[in-house]
């Protein structure tokens, strides 16, 4: 029986696709032209429109790196079930999953409720100034309720993806459904020869859904650890796999406001930007997994070494943006060139988050989950008894 292994580069893929979504939306809070593709919204006209409409956007479109979180996360549910044919993991996994959400997410909505209460979020103000009014102008901009906010951290977000408060929030609803939803079908028919058939039922099912995503990534991890004799001689030309990358990267660099692609590169396709996200996204896990240059790339200390902060930064980043980078660019936007100001606040929201993010995994994650962990220990210990 095989053991299962860290898979460092897939660390180091997390922490760049979760800095890439801060980057989204730091970035086009303050350059909305470059996602919306309109002129009038354009700060240095040729710039964003050469950013916005090229494969250069991939370095600031962070609606497909989310789905490679998606496609991570149906890739590690399955991961040591296919490596060792152990399934408690994906029964204690079930379980887990609530519990390991849950505290850094109330503690982020109290925080924001307490922000708001004290009047610190200024993106409606600010994005006056940027021009984004019509995007980020409307975030909690209405009166605070504590007991709202606790009821969308609680359960509104888990079960219909209630972001109110947080604007990112809308992603728990997959993360908790798609771990339920993937662990019973693994535990189901995971040992059967017949299984691609259910991952193919599943996936037409969800196929307008971003569920498609995290059923693709668990499929990638299963056709690589149980990888059928046919894909094997496919999988082994690095220069078809390589193909394959930049296919699917080329994918993933459709302008994501889905629409004015005239006199682009991406007239020429169907208009289809989230199902090409959805596919790419778990392909690229795949084509990254039979490569040896990216993965030796993405393994590096740094990034490693950060990816255990990656939840708690994607729950505060979106906060940090709306209080602390709008209250600097406000005070600082007839003080200095306006693409300075953004550089220089785009630096000090990064360190901050990062901070931030650090002393609440430390002090609300660990003990998140501490206490998943002794939930499945509970239950496992009365489920013996009863035995």
């Known amino acids: 029986m095989r053991e299962t292994k860290k898979l460092d580069f897939l660390d180091g893929l997390k922490v760049f696709s979760c800095l890439l979504v801060f980057e989204f939306h730091f970035f086009t809070f303050f350059y909305p032209g470059i996602y919306c593709l309109m002129p009038e919204y354009y700060h240095v006209p040729a710039v964003e429109h050469l950013l916005g409409t090229t494969p250069l956007n991939l370095i600031f479109n962070g609606k497909y790196t989310v789905r490679i979180f998606m496609a991570l996360s149906g890739f590690f549910v399955g991961y040591r079930y296919f490596i060792t044919g152990n399934k ?23 925080m924001i409720y307490i922000l708001m209460k004290l009047s610190l979020y ?27 906010a606790l009821k969308e951290a609680l359960f509104g977000c ?11 929030l809308w992603f728990i609803f997959y993360e908790f459904f798609g771990t339920i939803m993937i662990s019973v079908i693994v535990l189901l028919v995971g040992d059967k020869k017949w299984r691609y058939v259910v991952y193919a039922v599943a ?19 299963d056709l690589t650890y149980r990888e059928p004799k046919w894909l094997s001689k496919y999988s082994s030309k690095r220069w078809l796999v390589s ?42 896990i795949y084509a990254i997994l039979h490569l040896k240059t990216i993965p030796k790339v993405l ?15 994607y729950l505060i980043h979106f906060p940090i943006i709306c209080t602390v980078s709008c209250g600097l660019f406000i005070a600082c936007y007839d003080k200095m060139n ?36 002794k939930v499945v220990e509970l239950l496992e210990n009365t489920k013996n008894k009863n035995e």
Do not use: W
């Open 88 to 110: 408690d993991s994906l029964k204690s996994g079930i379980v887990k999953k609530y519990f390991r959400l849950i505290l850094p997410i109330v503690f982020t909505n109290i």
């Open 122 to 148: 200024q993106n409606c103000e600010a994005s006056v100034l940027a021009n984004s009014e019509i995007f980020y102008g409307g975030y909690n901009s209405f009166a605070p309720n504590l007991g709202d």
């Open 158 to 168: 888990f079960i219909n993806g209630a972001n109110q408060y947080n604007g990112p």
């Open 203 to 221: 996936a037409l099912i969800f196929v307008r859904s971003d569920f498609l995503s995290m059923i693709l990534g668990m499929v990638v991890c």
């Open 243 to 284: 193909l394959l990358l930049v296919g699917c990267l080329f994918l993933c660099s459709f302008p994501a406001v889905g629409e004015r692609y005239e006199g682009t590169i991406y007239q020429y396709f169907p208009i289809k930007v989230m199902f090409y996200y959805n596919v790419a996204a778990p392909l690229i």
């Open 299 to 313: 393994a590096v200390k740094p990034l490693t070494r950060l990816s255990k902060y990656t939840y708690c930064f």
């Open 338 to 373: 306006y693409h300075l100001l953004v550089l220089l606040d785009a630096v000090l929201t990064l360190i901050i988050t990062v901070l931030l993010s650090m002393t609440m995994h430390k002090f609300i994650e660990l003990p998140g989950i501490k206490m998943a962990n």
